[in-house]
């Protein structure tokens, strides 16, 4: 395939990616409007899972599929679909879905195509896009073509040192995980202009990406979480990864400016991270 007609390629997922999140941002904010109920817990009592969480997936996997039958798909709420075109789609129907839950204006319909990786891990991501149905913020990212929102380019934060960095984060549900977070968060806290728990990665890694924040850390997200968001928070400038100079895992994900990047990383490894 020549640059072309990967750039070709590339416009039309980013294209089919927008028209799928903002008819399950309007189907989710449907649902949300005629309430919802906790339809099952996961991982602890706090890890919940609405209705809407899985019938928007549903609705979701259902138009990638139509238009996309060979393409992989990963999401929150249902089994991995393999395919055999080399592509994944990463989703997340509702992120910051106790923020859904409690009727908070932060959660979002986050989805992203990965180009060869074991199941939407690891891989290239080609194009990636987060939508707040809540406020109809629609953010969206090309690889190699820019981050925007309302066709505004984005660029993060850059020259802030540590002392006057807001910080984004967010926390685990269980007990001994947040027993861990919390210890991290006591060394931080003195040495940063201050933090943010907004209770959605994708959301997070966007206002990262539109200078709403200057870094995000975070540490047992899944793919599914952060994959559209970390694209919108490079191709706006970010510097986003993980463990020992690595890519963003389940361990951790660092993302901020080059420099302060380096400068959180550091703070977190002397609060005990291994990052
Ligand atoms: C959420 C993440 C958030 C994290 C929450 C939760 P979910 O995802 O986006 O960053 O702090 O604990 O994991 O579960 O709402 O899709």
Not at 2 to 12: I, R
Not at 35 to 56: F, H, L, N
Not at 165 to 172: D, K
Request: proline share 3%.
């Amino acid at each position: 395939m020549t640059q072309h007609e990967a750039s070709v390629a590339s416009v039309a997922l980013l294209d089919l990616a927008r028209d799928i999140a903002v008819r399950a941002a309007e189907f989710a904010l449907d649902a949300r409007r005629a309430g919802v109920s906790v339809a099952a817990t996961k991982s602890t009592p706090t890890d919940i899972v609405t209705a809407a969480d899985r019938d928007t997936e549903t609705l979701i996997r259902s138009l990638i599929l139509e238009s996309r039958p060979d393409d992989g798909i990963v999401g929150e709420e249902d089994a991995a679909h393999i395919g055999t075109s080399g592509l994944d789609w990463v989703v997340d129907p509702i992120d910051g879905t106790v923020n859904f839950l409690y009727g908070i204006p932060a959660w979002a319909v986050s989805i992203a195509v990965v180009e060869g990786g074991a199941a939407g891990l690891g891989g290239t991501t080609l194009a990636g896009v987060v939508v707040n149905p809540v406020t109809g913020e629609l953010f969206e990212a090309r690889a190699g073509a820019g981050a925007r929102l309302a066709g505004r380019e984005l660029v993060v934060n850059t020259g802030v040192a540590l002392g006057s960095a807001l910080v984004g984060t967010g926390f685990g549900y269980a007990a001994e995980r947040r027993r861990e977070q919390a210890a991290v968060l006591l060394e931080l806290l003195p040495h940063i202009r201050d933090i943010r728990r907004g209770g959605s990665a994708s959301l997070d890694l966007c206002s990262l990406a539109s200078g709403r924040l200057d870094a995000y850390y975070e540490r047992g997200l899944n793919a599914w979480d952060h994959a559209a968001g970390a694209l919108i928070a490079r191709e706006a400038g970010a510097q986003v990864g993980g463990p020992h100079g690595g890519r963003e895992s389940s361990e951790l994900i660092v993302a901020a400016a080059p420099g302060l990047f380096e400068e959180l990383s550091d703070a977190l490894r002397a609060a005990g991270v291994d990052a």
